[in-house]
């Protein structure tokens, strides 16, 4: 379990839409004044689809990202090696913004955020420090978006296509739903619509790779849960149609918080910062994806060797 530190998150835009960009035509005169060039048509195929993306849902200040940005952290600070997938688009982009991810979770500054119609794309490979064989390095393609483009989709609306493109496209999507200790009430109708829209895509809620997270736990007074029992009853007085759905299709669950934040001058910062919930979320990851523990002590064999050279 990590140690309590003082520290802060971080901030992020990447853009996923591509720009239009009219054919390029060369002529031996100028008799063709007024020809309209065609624009090149966009197409619902993603670029760079080889990795794990993870999608995180969750309406305005409901703390996605200060789950990223501490999970990241954890990755990196604790886990392994976390790095910007190299060949990417946004290689340079997602260098600058780990580093603002990190240096600002380290001074406590929670992160900006999310701006509307925009993708945050993260493409990073991380290579966890467990040798086993078994424990695999892996490909991971973080997705955020406003809380405001998810209230798109009430009443049967849709998002915006910078976000269509990636739930339409055939791609391993792992989806953290969030919502805060404070507002869950307020947001269990918007989950189920967005339940709703993943079946009508035709992603099966009994096959799909999910998780329900409540997040700022530290508003209840305490770090943690006192048992599973109070976290289930939680989710079922706050959120009783998400908490069926949850049962019924067997989704995971779970509570989080960053640790101690306190309201100074108006705005909020990290005074003591906690990664035993981070932790949690980021070994309930790679195991939903590869199969193992990122703390898996390795075959008989592997621990033989490990024996020896430690």
Do not use: C
């Not at 004044?33 to 670029?47: C, Q, Y």
């Not at 009430?154 to 791609?171: K, P, V």
């Amino acid at each position: 379990m990590a140690n309590n530190e003082n520290l802060k998150p971080l901030l992020f835009e990447t853009e996923t839409e591509e720009t239009l960009k009219p054919l390029s035509f060369e002529f031996q005169n100028d008799k063709h004044e007024g020809f309209v060039p065609i624009a090149k048509t966009i197409s619902n195929d993603l670029k760079n689809k080889e990795s794990n993306f993870v999608f995180f849902f969750g309406t305005a200040e409901s703390g996605k990202s200060v789950i990223l940005s501490s999970m990241l952290y954890y990755l990196r600070s604790y886990a392994g090696v976390l790095r910007p997938k190299l060949g990417t688009p946004n290689t340079k982009e997602a260098n600058v913004l780990l580093s603002d991810f990190f240096e600002n979770i380290r001074q406590g500054v929670l992160p900006n955020r999310t701006t509307r119609d925009q993708v945050t794309r993260l493409d990073l490979v991380f290579e966890p420090n467990n040798r086993s064989k078994r424990v695999v390095p892996i490909d991971l393609t973080f997705l955020e978006t406003s809380g405001e483009n998810h209230k798109d989709i009430r009443r049967g609306g849709s998002y915006h296509s910078s976000i269509e493109t990636f739930l339409n496209a055939n791609i391993p999507l792992t989806f953290v739903i969030v919502t805060s200790y404070e507002s869950a009430y307020k947001d269990d109708s918007l989950i189920n619509e967005f339940l709703d829209e993943l079946e009508r895509k035709g992603k099966n809620l009994k096959s799909v790779n999910a998780i329900l997270v409540i997040s700022k736990w530290d508003k209840s007074g305490r770090m943690d849960v006192e048992s599973a029992e109070a976290l289930d009853s939680f989710i079922s007085e706050h959120l009783p149609m998400t908490s069926q759905r949850i049962d019924t299709y067997g989704l995971s669950k779970t509570y989080y918080t960053v640790g101690s934040v306190q309201n100074t001058t108006g705005s909020e910062r990290i005074n003591l910062l906690n990664l035993s919930t981070a932790e949690v979320l980021s070994k309930w990851l790679y195991r939903s994806i590869v199969g193992y523990d990122l703390d898996y002590e390795g075959t008989f064999w592997e621990r033989l060797k490990f024996s020896f050279t430690n």
